[in-house]
């Protein structure tokens, strides 16, 4: 499943996605609101409508720094949804 924002925009299509990044380690203010093209599954991959995602301890460490993330990071790596 892809929960980030890694993966390379769909080219056939003009749809967004909401996401809460990291651009680098801090504080809360770090939390930075943006809007993204759809990520393209690969192989072996799903594409989801999230509904729900949940956020945890480790992302509160991966945005403090304590844990090395390739940035920008897209926090929440827990969700549901439907597959599109």
């Keep these: 499943m892809i929960f980030t924002s890694t993966a390379p925009p769909h080219p ?6 909401r996401a ?15 809007t993204l093209p759809d990520p393209i ?4 991959e799903a594409l989801l409508r999230i509904h729900a995602s949940g956020v945890n301890f480790i992302d ?5 720094g304590r844990y090395p993330a390739p940035l920008p990071y897209t926090l ?9």
């Design 60 to 64: 509160t460490y991966l945005r403090e």
């Design 41 to 44: 599954p690969g192989p072996g």
């Design 20 to 34: 809460i990044q990291i651009l680098q380690t801090g504080g809360p203010e770090q939390l930075t609101f943006q």
């Design 12 to 17: 056939a299509s003009n749809t967004t996605m």
């Design 76 to 84: 929440g790596q827990e969700a549901a949804g439907p597959i599109v």
